[in-house]
Structures are given as C-alpha cells and as structure tokens.
C-alpha cells in the first residue's frame, strides 16, 4: 500500500470514527445544555441581583463572650465533622478494595447479594461513625443545646440505620433490576426511577415526622393567613408545633411536603417563652416562602441535575468488575456516591444557602420588619451558638443556612432599600 | 467426644393409664410436697458441696450421690408429672428405678474457677432449661401450677410455663383418648428433661462439664412415618461477626418481603383449601407457590436466630441455603383432615409457639456467642434447626403442603437403627 493510500485509509477511517462519535457528542452536548438550563432556572431568585449587602461584624451581634461560646461550640462541631467525613470516605474507600469478600456470606441472587454488600457497608459506616455522633452529642450536652441521653441516641440511631437499611435494599434492587436487561444503561430510567423516589418522599415527609400538634396561639394563625395571602399561595398551609424539647433547647423551623402535604412545622423551642411574637412572625413569614416559591420543587429539580450525571458515573465506575449487574461492584458504587456526595457538598450548600436567602428576603418584604429579623438572628447566637461568621471552609462545607452576619446584612440591606 | 456425665435413659413403652392420667397432677401432689423439703436439704447440700469442691478440686462422694439422687428423683417427678413415663415414681430417686432415668456418673475432679463462678456460668443454661422445661430458673418458695391445681415446688416448678408444659397438656389430652403417649410428644419431653436434668446437675456441681443443649447427643428415634417436611443442614457453625452484630437490622428487607408474601400466600392457601378439600390433592403450582414460601420462612428464621451464616435468598427456592426443607410433592390428602384443618393445626401451632419463644434464646445466645467466637455451637445450632423444622412443618401443615401432623420428637440426628420395644434407649430425646 502507498502512502497516499494509506493517508486515505487514514483519514476515511477518522471520519468513520467521529460520524459514529458524533450522535454521542450531540448527546452529551444537549444534555450539558438541559443541565445549564436547568441549572439557570433553579437559580432564579427574588434577591435582588444588585443588592448590596453591608459589611457586618461578628462582634456587632453578639458580647465578646457569646461570641466566644458560639465559636468554642461550633469549632468542636467542625472538628467532629470533618473527622466523621473523612471517616466516611476510608471507610468506603476501604469497604470498596475489600468489600466484595462479604459475597461469600450470601447464599442470596446477585440482588440479594448487593442489598447485603450495601446494607454491610452502612453499617460499617453506623460503626465508624459512632464515635463522632456521640462526641457531638456529649459537647451538645455540655453546652446545654441537647438533652438527649446516650442511650436513647443510639437506639435512635440505631432505628435510623434500619430505615437506611429498608431504603438502601429499595435502590439496590432498582438499580440491580435494571442494570440486568440494560447493562451500562441503566442510570438512564435509573436516574428517573430516584427522582421520582425523591418526589414520592418529599410528599410523605411530613406525615413521617413524630410528635406533631396544631398550632393553637390565634395571633400567629392570623398571621400566617396574611402572610400566605400576600406571598400568593391560594390558602395558607396548615401549621404544626413539633415536640422536641425533650430532647433540644436549639430553635428551628421548616417548611415540608408537595402538595396536599405541605406544612409548616415550628419546633416547640421557638415557642416557649425566648422568642417575641413579631421574631416568630419572621420564622412564619420565611417558611411559607420556601412554599410560595416552591423551594421543595426546585430541590427536587436541584437533586435531577445530579441523579442522572451521579448515576452515570457510577455506571462508569463499576464497568470493570461487571457494571451495576454484579453484586460485587457494590461496595464501589458505594464509595462513588460517597465520594461524588462528598464533591458535590460545596455546590450543595451553596444552593441551599441561596434559596434560604431567597426565603429570608421574602419574609422581610411580608413581614417589613427588619429590627424583628436582626434580633431573630442575633437570639440563633446565643440560643444555637450558632457563629455568626464562620471560617470559609466551614461556610463551604457545612452550612446550608447563610451565616447570621450575612442574614443580619440582608435585613439592613432590606430597610435601607425600603427607606429610598 | 466422652459422653456427658450426666444422661437419661429412656425405657418406656408409651402405654398410659387413662385413670392415672386424668388424675395425673393430684396423684403427684405427695411427690411434690416431698421434692420441695428435698429441695431445701439440696439447696444446704450444694452450698457444702461448692465449699468443698473449691478446696478439693471434687465434690465430696456422700453429697455428690446426696445430690444426684435428688436431680435423679426430680427429673422423675418431672416425667410423671409431665406424662412422659406412666408409672408412679419412688421417693428417693434411685437409680434404675424408673422408664425415663438419670444416669449420673461418680465424682470427678472439676476446675475451681468453673465452680467458683458457676452460679454466673450457669445463668445461659438457666434460662435456656426454664424456656425447654419452664420452672428450672425459680428460686425458693412456692407458685401456683400453670394448670392452676396445685402449688408446685419451685426448684423443679412446673409453673413457669416452657414448651414441656404445653406439650404436657397436649399429651394430657392425646393420653386420656389413646391410652398411648405420642411418640413424639415423649421423645421431646425425654430431650428436655434430659437437659434440665444436666442444668442441676451442673448448678449442684455434680459435673463441672456444659448442658448440651444438641438434640444430637444422643438423637431420638425416627418418626414411625417419615415426615413430608424434613430439614437438611449443612452449615459449617462459622459466623460473620459483622453480619451476626445487625443480623437484626439485616433481616429488615426480608420481613418486608415475607409480609407481602404472606399476603399472597394467605389466599393461595384458601384456594389450596377449596381445591384439596374438592379434588383430594391441591394443585401443582399452588403447592410450589406455598412450599417455596414455607422455604422461604425456615431460611430467613435460621439467618435472623444466628442458625445459618449466609444472607438468604427472596425466593424459598430448595438447596439454595445451608438450613433447607425438603419438602414432599403434593399426595393425595385426607378430606376430613382439610376440612378441620384449622381446628387441627391449633394444637400444633401451640407447640410451635413454645419452640419459637425456645428459638429466640436460641438466637439471643447465638447473637452473643458469634458475636465473641465467631462460630455457633452445635448444639444450639441443632436445638434451632430442630424448632425451626417443627415450625416449618406446621406452617406446612396449615398451609395444606401435607396432612401429615408435626412431629415434636427431635429425630433429625438419628442414626437408622431397629427399633426394638422397650430396649432401653439411651437418652431418647
């Protein structure tokens, strides 16, 4: 063969390669463009774009000593965190190189063999996290925050792993079930299948939660109604009182449920006694607006845009020992969620952290009262020993809520953006 | 292995006196007024005994045969009680006396730490007696009998309940209308007095050397007709200790699936009622649905009480696990049988139920033994499988998979020898 030939040969198979590349390419091309488009919708928000926070410092909120409590407290938490997280990945990483020996303890099908691979590597993980639960708990304690003993926190925990147990089984076998007819393909309906799952548990989380009453004091119901009215949720969602103070001091709140299902649900801590009526107004206010502007909907949106990539690269990551369809790759698909999770915790939080702005923003336009929402925010630093501006690395990796410095900056931002 | 020095011999012909029978827990009242002065002297006699078996490294020979006698007439007491032997017991519980004996051999050295901690060593033996025999774990006093006739001593109580007192009440009812012990019944009650008869005579520190709870050691007869559900266990006793510490969460999915199954197999087995009780025989495919459920059953109960190592499998299919049920094909059935068999299978189900709570310390002290060990004991494995395989077969039973009755008699281990009649069989349980 001559080397004209042979360029030819060469070329004409390069073209064969990219025309049967290229339906792949187009693939992946649409789909980064449906990611960023989704990406983009969910962004959206009220916070005006051109809002400019001012700088708050730590020490304006709160005493010298409260502010040295709330950081004692909370740098103790980060340790134990950060320690539990790692933990987390040796843990998987090991349980992925040395996993797959747990077949022989399984005279189950290869599905049945996978929930058991899955189920033993969380209960390593409940094992290896022991430790640091309970060094959170026994410095909870200390600071008065919990009042939950030892034992009751295990059992709990312990109950709770079963549920993860249940839930685990649930995904293995989905995943199991369709990675045999499909191969590598199976994150496709996979990814579909989770989000659907995601939905299906958003909607019953509410009735899932323990020990809820309605809420009684006429005040706050009135309010409530107002504040959904002028939000523009067709009625005002029901509002439940969770019991929690046998086991808190710490306050919280949240807005749960799709649907038929939604609610809010005030912890009993915010009611007893600490918290003004205008201050609980602003919890009110800022709940209904994680419902008014779906926020439930759009984390379910936010968990889409990851499912279907996640999947796939879990789908990638275990082709060689056999794809999703053997049960010996398990422990490995395991330790890419982790991994994956773990990777995606930045971004995770920033979202989070955006549509909690997004809700503080709009109880301020219900509610127009900024001075309730400052001092709301300074009491999380005392009552939560919440920091109220933590180290980045912290900010990034574990909180969910903007920090007080920033919640208290929107309010003034707020009330000198009214007073133009 | 040398035999345990403690045995009990079985020499009995199942023939029962219906008088003696019906009148059973009065004519024992003398018998029990006397065992409970006895038990007091025992109770002085082992404490003696613990004193001079920790300086001597062996109990003295008079309180050792003091003794032995006193466990000897206990388990006599207990198997005329229990209807276990028919003829009305001697009061100094002499050896060779009586169908269903205690052979106890004479004194040898025992380990001073053993005795010096036996009350605590024994505390596992206890509780697994008083779930077998029911009344062992008592302390002193008197309690009213379960039967509600009579006060009963409290060492060998009959009050507490355990599966020797259902199967007592059975056999109480089965005697006054055949005249005749099942054989079952009596080689279950001959097991378990054998292994109370070896939890005193460790506590009284006759032996230094475990109960054995194995229905093994030695087996009883074989059924007179081979069972329709049989258990094959080929189990190696290793144990995960991961898997044994959340067998209990482990087990989650399974009871998920079982209750679903359940479900379906609640209507298969009407169906199977209507069709067996129509045609003689169920059909095929229901008898597959409903064997493979049973299956299904005795695995997850061997995984979840530590009896079997492997995860099981969701689909009860045959040889698949190292604790199986074989399980005859569909044979033509009774009409009569099916159309009570809910009424029939309740005298079943009461046994099974006292074998289940006997699986449950089964699978406590499996839990905590696999835990440490890493291995199961044979003979707490064996005691599982054996009540694991009286369940099947009455969930098989109810389920219409056969009209053969449960059989009580621990069988499973036993050698095929001829059976000869009133030869002496060396610890029928």
Redesign the interface.
Known sequence: MGPARARGGAGAGGRRRIARRLPLALLLAAFAAAWAAGFYLLWQSDVPSDLDLPAVEASELLSAAELEEARDYERFLRIDFLLAELTVLLVFGLYARYGDRFTRESAAGRIGTGMLLAMLGFALLWLAQLPFGLAGLWWERRHEVSEQDYGTWILESWLGLGGAFLFVCLAILIVMGLAGPLRDHWWIPGGAVFVGLAVLFAFVLPYMLPSQEPLRDPGLLAATERFARDQGLEEAPPVRVQEVREFTTAPNAEAAGLGPSRRVILWDTLLDGRFADAEIRVVLAHELGHLSREHIWKLVGWYALFAFPGAFLIARATRRRGGMREAESVPLALFVLVGLSFLALPLQNAFSRHLEAEADWVALETTRDPEAAQALFRSFGTTALADPSPPTWSYVLMETHPALAERVAMAEAWEARAER | MKPHPIRVVVADDLVRSRLTVLFRLLLAIPHLVWLLIWSIGALVAAFVSWFATLAAGRSPRPLHDFLAAYVRYATHVYAYLSLAANPFPGFVGEAGSYPVDVEIDPPERQSRWKTGFRLVLAVPALVLANSLVGGFGGGGGTRTGGTGEADAPAWFDFSGGGVLLVVALLAWLACLVLARMPHGFRDFQAYALRYGAQTWGYVLLLTDRYPTSDPALPAAQPPPKPPAVRIAVEDDRRR?R??V??RG??I??HA?WFLLWSIAALFAAVVSWFVTLAAGRTFVGLHRFLAAYVRYWA?IAAYFFIVA???????GTAG???VDLQIDPPARQSRWVTLFRLFLAFPAWLVAGGLGSVLLVVGVFGWFTGLVTGRMPEGLRNLGAYAIRYNAQAHAYLYLLTDRYPYSGPWEWARPEPEEELEPEVAAA
């Open positions: 995960s991961l898997s510490f959340f969460l482990l989650l999915p998920v695995h190592n492997p995860f099981p499998g969701f689909t698949t696990y190292p």
